[in-house]
């Protein structure tokens, strides 16, 4: 089901908080300021309070960084002219101390700062996540990530505040906090709304962006879940409906993984899509190679992808012409959702208790994104939106590949993950994506094999999502005892081998407990890809497989021309069976004057090193078909 913006508001709009509001933010969206600027003003309540306070040097702090980034961000380096003032307009004196402490002279009734956006600020050192960043276009779009609008005085982040958005009739706000919106005064600027947001806390107000924008919205149910998408497009392309199909699919995906219900009752997805509908022509090779290059070097350093929240998260993403885009939106949305079971479900003191002005790293990164990045993929399977060869194949294959990059030897997971925001771990925090998915997908193998099929690595995570929840946090240094506790004795030495350790991850035999062969270094014979030839020079940057023949300098294996085009699936020279068999053809299609055929190939064959490749093996034992079957299609098997 779909319906407008409205109707999807009302799932936030019903809770509100008994106690009145520490802090109440007011955000002038009507009037940009130059350079893109907006006006915050922030009224403290310190009769909210529940003790009496007495005047003294206060601080007013911005984050240095937020929860589910692990890189330093200073969001006080994007605040400009910050001012405090008494009730009765008496001004306090400000003294800024490094990127995001303001310390001032007594307390305030009124704080008063612009805020110039990340998106659009020149700023190299410590560049912002995109995903975590604020923008702000005037009567278009404006994206709060709240830790760079607004800040807090530390010691008091457990108190609640509002934050009133006041913004162009035209556009409509969509955040996971309760809200509620009136017509604002008849101005010279138009038609204007006023929304009142209602964070319990400081935390909860940091874990639920704002986006304001024109209406590209739609709204569906997933199970128990209302489902809210606001898209944003530089480009003006309708998207969302484009968009709700995917994320649609990707949803009912995780409902199948995790029993057919979802863990949240709303959730809200916020998409920024970057403007690159230039690179059409690029991507059809239409463009000659010095365009081409100055083209590529506008993306450079983009920071593309997504952050998760508790019931939203927000998306930064190209939008190149084509479909790309939604291309992919499903695994990063399968992503980004299951991380509510960790670390937003399940996590240590660090998480819980975040210090956002001096943060703490956790050792438990292998938990946080290695295990939701592997669950992300394994949904898909699970739940019938990617086939198990598709998986094995392309993502764990390639994961194992990228993870093979990094410096097991010389540098534990754990040590990686405590030291994130510090050269030179922060260089290698990549490896949480793929060396840490592949170290999950190990980890569940072993917990299958430990416990005879009986449980999962979902099921711990789950009935310790149960035991803990978002309220409460696990202990940081005695967690490994905690889960190792709910399987089995034996799982701890995994652990200290492989996440603590520096082992390399035992590929061979822990694919082999489910009837998979983990092959590296060894040279076989291989089918070779016939366009792939020396006789034959093809197009620059192919779209979707088809390549435009750009030289013949020889006798081919099949018959083609200057200015055709070449189609040829690969996978047709081998799967997750092995190889093609020796004396079997491949098909190539070849397009001339407007009229495609066919054509039959045998394919040369070559001595190849094979480099981290998976094949089934041809006879499974029947242990081995059970595991695979829970590991795969999620079926208990009776062991």
Not at 18 to 42: C, E, K, N, W
Not at 358 to 365: A, F, G, I, N, R
Request: charged letters at 20%; proline letters at 5%.
């Amino acid at each position: 089901m779909r319906t407008l913006l409205w109707t999807a508001l009302t799932f936030s709009s019903l809770t509100t908080w008994a106690q009145a509001p520490f802090i109440t933010y007011h955000a002038d969206l009507m009037r940009v300021l130059g350079s893109d600027q907006v006006q915050v003003t922030a009224e403290v309540h310190w009769a909210a309070l529940p003790i009496d306070m007495e005047d003294a040097p206060i601080v007013w702090q911005f984050p240095k960084t937020i929860p589910g980034t692990y890189a330093t961000e200073d969001y006080g380096k994007y605040i400009k002219g910050l001012e405090a003032f008494k009730s009765d307009g008496t001004r306090i004196k400000v003294r800024k101390k490094g990127e995001n402490t303001f310390k001032l002279s007594a307390q305030p009734d009124r704080i008063t700062y612009r805020v110039n956006d990340t998106y659009d600020a020149r700023v190299r050192k410590n560049h912002i996540f995109e995903p975590a960043g604020t923008n702000i276009a005037e009567r278009e779009n404006f994206l709060l990530n709240n830790a760079g609008f607004f800040g807090y005085f530390p010691g008091y982040e457990q108190e609640p505040v509002d934050v009133q958005l006041h913004y162009p009739g035209n556009m409509v706000g969509v955040s996971a906090l309760p809200s509620q919106v009136e017509q604002g005064p008849a101005m010279y600027l138009g038609d204007n709304r006023i929304q009142s947001f209602q964070a319990r806390d400081y935390h909860h107000l940091m874990d639920c962006p704002i986006m304001v924008t024109v209406p590209d919205t739609t709204s569906f149910h997933v199970a128990n879940c209302q489902v809210t998408l606001s898209v944003y497009s530089e480009s003006g392309r309708p998207l969302s409906a484009a968009i709700y199909d995917e994320v649609k699919v990707s949803m009912e995906a995780i409902a199948t993984f995790l029993g057919g219900e979802l863990p949240v009752d709303n959730y809200a997805f916020l998409f920024y899509i970057k403007d690159y509908t230039e690179f059409q022509s690029l991507m059809e090779g239409e463009i000659k190679i010095g365009k081409a290059f100055k083209l590529l070097r506008q993306i450079i350093g983009q920071g593309f992808g997504a952050l998760e929240h508790g019931n939203s998260s927000t998306y930064f993403l190209p939008d190149f012409g084509n479909d790309l885009v939604l291309d992919q939106i499903k695994d990063v949305c399968i992503h980004e959702f299951l991380h509510i079971l960790t670390p937003l479900g399940l996590h240590s003191e660090c998480i819980g208790h975040f210090n956002y002005a001096d943060p703490v790293m956790s050792q438990h990164l292998w938990l946080y994104e290695g295990v939701t990045e592997y669950f992300a993929g394994l949904s898909q399977v699970q739940g019938g939106v990617m086939t198990q060869e598709a998986y094995l194949k392309s993502l764990l294959e390639g994961k194992i590949r990228f993870a093979s990059r990094y410096p097991t030897e010389k540098m534990a997971f754990t040590e990686m993950s405590t030291n994130v925001l510090e050269k030179p771990w922060k260089k290698q925090y990549g490896q949480v994506y793929q060396r840490g998915a592949v170290m999950a997908a190990l980890l569940d193998l072993e917990i299958m094999r430990l416990t005879d099929g009986e449980k999962t690595l979902l099921d711990v995570v789950r009935a310790l999502n149960a035991r803990y929840g978002a309220t409460q946090s696990f202990d940081e240094a005695t967690f490994f005892e905690v889960f190792v506790a709910e399987v089995h004795p034996d799982l701890m030495g995994f652990f200290d081998r492989y996440v603590r350790g520096r082992e390399a991850l035992p590929l061979k035999q822990n694919l082999a407990c489910a009837g998979y062969e983990y092959v590296n270094g060894e040279t076989r014979s291989l089918p070779q890809s016939p366009i792939q030839h020396e006789n034959l020079k093809l197009s620059f940057l192919p779209l979707g497989g088809v390549k435009t023949v750009k030289k013949v300098k020889g006798p081919l294996p099949f018959e083609v021309e200057k200015g055709d085009f070449v189609s040829f699936d690969a996978e047709q020279l081998g799967g997750l069976e092995g190889p093609l068999p020796e004396g079997e053809k491949v098909e190539v299609q070849v397009e001339h004057q407007g009229e495609w055929t066919s054509t039959w190939v045998l394919p040369e064959r070559a001595e190849v090193k094979l480099s981290h490749k998976i094949f089934a093996l041809p006879e499974p034992t029947e242990s081995q078909q059970k595991l695979r079957a829970r590991w795969l299609e999620g079926r208990a098997a009776n062991f």
